[in-house]
């Protein structure tokens, strides 16, 4: 057996399917058969691009336009007469074999694009690797694993899974993810909450561990992972399964329900989205609002800025779909681990300490304002509040706001309406602005505390390092001192408080915030109803007396202990 | 026949364009040739064509030989001009 984080709740057994990126080795070798060599080359070419075309029409049937592109710019560079003919000479000139010609024509080329002095050209030799790298597969009879379409259900198993391969992924056929590295806050871990797929991440060699078709079966919840069970073992995790699926059953009765606790203090339970389509599982778990919505997935996996008019629609679709209650639509939150290339923002040495978020949106003010302007336009059709990110210093939000105001005179100006009552607020993620926090609080609405960035800022450990990951807690008592005095700011200045990060949902940690007074508790739509039970089982005043003592310890580790037993 | 024409693009001729600008002029029959910094490349090819780094107001030459080059000149000249249809 092997431990791993849980990192999205579920029991899962399959077929394993491990994705590695090993590098393929090329030999130069020399052929008798000319024309053979070419024929081969040539078949790999157009197998390569038959493949291209199913996962590009797939993708076009389920993702936006903008996603099945890439697939054609994949496609046309197969197309490339240069690079075929190119290549087809060396193979004939020099008599080597296809593989080699292919890729010296290749490199020459990535060579190129590697050293063009923008960001954006620089990546377009990763389109080129990706390329080139299904034809090599081809010729040299490797299979090319595509998770867009799988043949039967798997369980899917890699150092770590990026955005381009969840978002392109046949969600039917998943049953769950085991990675290498990874928290409960990574990108995997965040992705598997939000599709309800069962997640085991950190298991650090579990790509070396897993064969190709070993069975394995894992837990979700507590990390567990079993390599090729027993069959007692299995029917153990049939077994769990059927249990997990009757708890999920039996939460269903609480839909319609209000999150209140026992002596009648009512909070609100929402839920954090990425994408319009993101809505269906919200309210599936019959959400009260969504939380955080990050628009910055409208800006990234593309090669040019989403319009005004682009945006309008997607901001449109989530406010409609949640009227009348209520919809926080966080502004663009790119530069730290989410790039765009477009930007040509360059590398920095420290990225969750640089050129990113409001820094990046008041620098580049008329990006910023065409996001400003989508959000007032779509605010009609429901009920919209703006939330700035990363803000530090109050200088930073009077200027965030100013161009809001400035946004609103342009539609005012060309007669184009929107809400007059939009509330407007900021996250505290930034220790600087929760210790200022009540000299902003008398600028905004609400505040909603994103405690991912929070908890790596306060105690300075970044959360994908694994040799530092146990320093990141969320029980550490400069935390919970810092939220504390976020609650109160707020609240003396009669806004109400909320929390979007993942702390909002994790049940040891919502009776201490409870206690501490939070308003809003916004988490992946999965967590939304085991929260609302959680507060339905509570009494307020209780919580309250909890957190006291919890001020009072000296360590997260006391902290810690102290819930476990209260809870036993 | 040739001209020269300047890129518009904020962006300049990265992936969308260059490919929108391949599929065009992989329409006519005609050799269809750019001339930059010197360098005179096939038009059709896309590797070719993004290897350029193709900036905004970079000043390219289309060259252009065959039975429809006329027709192919118009309408490439015509895409650059409208920024390949971009925002």
Known sequence: MKIGTGASPGIAFGKALVIKNEELVIEKKSVENIEEEKNRFEKAVEESKAQLLNIKEKAAKELDEGKSAIFDAHIMILEDPELISSTLNKIESEGVNAEYAFKEIIEQFIAIFEAMDNEYMRERASDLRDVSGRVFRNLMGIKVIDLSVLDEEVILVADDLTPSETVNMDKEKVLGFLTNIGGRTSHTAIMARTLEIPAVVGLKDITEVLKEGDIVAFNGETGEVIINPSEEEMNHYKELKNKHEKEKKELQNLKGKPSITKDGYKVEIVGNIGTPNDIEGLIKNDTEGVGLYRTEFIYMDRDTLPTEEEQFEAYKKVLQAMNPKPVVIRTLDIGGDKEVSYLNIDKEMNPFLGYRAIRLCLDKAEIFKVQLRALLRASIYGNLKIMFPMISSLEELLEAKKILEEAKRELDNEGVKYASNIEVGMMIEVPSAAIISDILAKEVDFFSIGTNDLIQYTTAVDRMNQKIRHLYNPFNPAVIRLIKMVIDNGHKEGIWVGMCGEMAGDKRMIPILLGLGLDEFSMSPISILPARKLIRSLNSKEMKKLSDEILKMNTAEEIEKFIENYFK | ?87
């Open chain 2, 1 to 87: 026949m040739e001209k020269t024409v300047k890129i518009l693009n904020e962006s300049g001729l990265h992936a969308r364009p260059a490919s929108v600008f391949v599929k065009t002029a992989s329409q006519f029959k005609s050799d269809i040739k750019i001339k930059f910094n010197g360098n005179i490349l096939n038009a059709k090819s896309i590797m070719n064509l993004m290897s350029l780094g193709l900036k905004k107001d970079d000043e390219i030459k289309l060259i252009i030989d065959g039975p429809d080059a006329e027709e192919a000149m118009e309408a490439l000249v015509k895409l650059i001009e409208s920024k390949f249809n971009e925002a």
